[in-house]
């Protein structure tokens, strides 16, 4: 019986992403529908466990991260958040915490994160959302994870936003942090700006 990459997915208790690595490594055998589809036969996936055998030494991390003092709130939610999926997963695991930009490379908790991917100290890594990495480039991250094999995890990556919304936010980011350099990040200049910007952005 032949099923889909999600079905597989579901009854290894891993991640597609790791089921296209063990493709690459020859691990599992993949057939392909004449749509260039995945498809797995049921009974080549008995040799494999319900969950993938972990490194006791290697643990999960949960990257949150918000722009501005004024979103500590939604910075504790997100933690709150990831701890409570880690958690119920029953992973090892630790919440990396950063308070800056988007577009900033050198965040603390983002130089942690990298060494610590980079050291071969992490199984996987949890985001809420793709953008909370990092505004752009954050395939660069992804990238590294997967040399590194570190599992990546989006928990809300079906509830992707639209091109016009991602792209009205990237640019409140852009214009966000350069007003901030411009007059200071709590100068009431800038929070006026903000302001603004803000209200721009919900009637667009």
């Not at 969950?51 to 918000?66: A, E, Q």
């Not at 990298?114 to 505004?135: A, G």
């Not at 007003?179 to 009431?188: K, Q, T």
Request: hydrophobic share 35%; with cysteine; proline share 1%.
């Amino acid at each position: 019986m032949k099923i889909s990459i999600g079905k597989v997915a579901n009854i290894l208790g891993v991640s597609k992403q790791t089921l296209r690595r063990w493709e690459s490594q020859g691990k599992i055998k993949v057939f392909r529908t004449p749509k260039n589809h995945r498809r797995y036969d049921l009974s080549e996936l008995e040799g494999f466990s319900k969950k993938p055998t972990i490194n006791s030494d290697k643990i999960t991390i949960g990257y949150s991260r918000v722009s501005s003092h004024d979103q500590k709130k939604d910075l504790i939610r997100q933690s709150e958040l990831l701890e409570s999926y880690l958690a119920k997963n029953g992973w090892k695991y630790e919440i990396i915490q950063d308070l800056g930009s988007g577009l900033n490379y050198n965040k603390k908790g983002l130089k942690k994160l990298i060494k610590l991917i980079c050291s071969k100290n992490i199984e996987r890594l949890v985001l809420t959302h793709k953008d909370r990495l990092l505004r752009f480039g954050s395939e660069l991250i992804f990238s590294i994870c997967e040399h590194f094999g570190v599992e990546i995890i989006i928990m809300n990556a079906s509830k992707d936003l639209t091109f016009e919304d991602e792209l009205v936010q990237d640019v409140l980011e852009i214009i966000t942090v350069f007003s901030a350099r411009l007059y200071g990040s709590r100068s009431r200049k800038n929070k006026k700006l903000l302001e603004k910007l803000k209200n721009a952005a919900n009637e667009i």
